[in-house]
């Protein structure tokens, strides 16, 4: 089982992996850009299922971040959902300084995964634990 907190990673930009998604110049519409999975405590067989999350967006991000999970093996788009209690929205002109969040959540969860929906901005990273 993972002792050290993992950054999650993103595939952005021409399919380079990054732990910070920042919003591109080249459009001008909502960007929804979703981690690559990480294995949940579930995948260990784990029956605590204790997880937690840290979040840090630049003052600049106006978007949403949350964590979705899947219980399947080999999951497919359609085996992900949202972990209640993990999303947080972002709004202008409401920070000066970068935001730190984080949550807890509880689940037997084979994989999970960062998703941001992002209007403008940037999210530093996502790091993730379990």
Partial sequence: MSALSRGLEFSIYNNTSSVAV???????TTQVYNSYKEKGSGYY????????????????????????ASLATNPIEADWFT??????????????ESTVDYFNFTGNFVWVRGQVTIDRGTVQSILYNH
């Fill in 83 to 96: 972990v209640d209690s993990t999303s947080v929205s972002y709004q202008d002109n409401e920070r000066t």
């Fill in 22 to 28: 920042i919003y591109p110049n080249n459009t001008s």
């Fill in 45 to 68: 067989g784990s029956t605590v299922g204790l997880h937690t999350v840290l979040y840090t967006a630049n003052p600049d991000f106006n978007g949403t971040i949350t964590m979705q």
